[in-house]
């Protein structure tokens, strides 16, 4: 829980983002799947900043995803074919060429007023 301009909010799952200990606590809970993912030889691409992850397959390959219900994992994106967001990228698949370019997520930020 955490108090913001005298709201209380609470998360009910997870750790709380910008906890100091967040980034060693992700990096310890996901330590067994980073092994499992890069030992597959389906993998051909693997990354990971704290709790994101960015994996590239073999096209039709099937990956046993009953490892990432056991860890509780939540997708924010469905599997695409050319184009994925991914941290502050769009990873683009043109041709068999990886291609990015910056992503801009959609803000609220013209309805923000700094003097509340």
Avoid: W
Wanted: hydrophobic share 40%; glycine share 4%.
């Amino acid at each position: 829980m955490f108090t913001f301009r005298n709201e209380v909010y609470r998360q009910p799952n997870g750790i709380f983002m910008g906890s100091s200990y967040s980034p060693t606590l992700a990096y310890l809970y996901l330590l067994d799947f980073d092994k499992n993912i890069l030992s597959n030889p389906h993998v051909h691409y693997y990354a990971r900043y704290i709790d994101d992850i960015f994996v590239i397959i073999d096209k039709g390959s099937d990956i046993d995803t009953s490892e990432l219900e056991k860890l509780h994992l939540k997708f924010g994106e469905t599997l695409r074919r050319d184009i994925v967001p991914f941290l502050d990228l769009v990873i683009m698949n043109l041709n068999g060429e990886l291609q990015y370019c910056t992503y801009f997520k959609k803000l609220h930020s013209f309805n923000f007023n700094a003097s509340k």
